[in-house]
């Protein structure tokens, strides 16, 4: 079982995205979920987390600009980027929390360039 993140593209400095990741009932229900990023060069890391109950964390570098939330009855999590800057380029991946390594997808590519 894999999660498909989706919703990227190429957007400008200060430009916004909307990422989303559906997943399997099993995978979604009681677990928190997280959007992990990779850079290139970097190793993989987690930005935003959201517990089953909708208690949110960011890391530093995207509080106030990023906003995580989760759907439970569709199984889906979706993560908004606003005012995003170039080290916002990464592929996107979501995953529960902790991860789980099969579950990981393709990501989906983020470019935030002019």
């Known amino acids: 079982v894999q999660l498909q993140a989706s919703g990227g593209g190429l957007v400008q400095p200060g430009g916004s995205l909307r990422l989303s990741c559906a997943a399997s009932?099993?995978?979604?229900?009681?677990?928190?979920m997280g959007w992990y990023r990779q850079a290139p060069g970097k190793q993989r890391e987690l930005v935003a987390s959201?517990?089953?109950?909708?208690?949110?964390h960011y890391v530093l570098s995207v509080k106030g600009r990023f906003t995580i939330s989760r759907d439970n009855a569709k199984n889906t999590v979706w993560l908004q980027m606003n005012a995003m800057k170039p080290e916002d380029t990464a592929v996107y991946y979501c995953?529960?929390?902790?991860?789980?390594?099969?579950?990981w997808g393709q990501g989906t590519q983020v470019t935030v360039s002019s």
């Open positions: 009932g099993s995978i979604f229900s009681s677990n928190a």
């Open positions: 959201i517990s089953s109950g909708g208690n949110t």
């Open positions: 995953n529960r929390i902790p991860y789980r390594t099969e579950y």
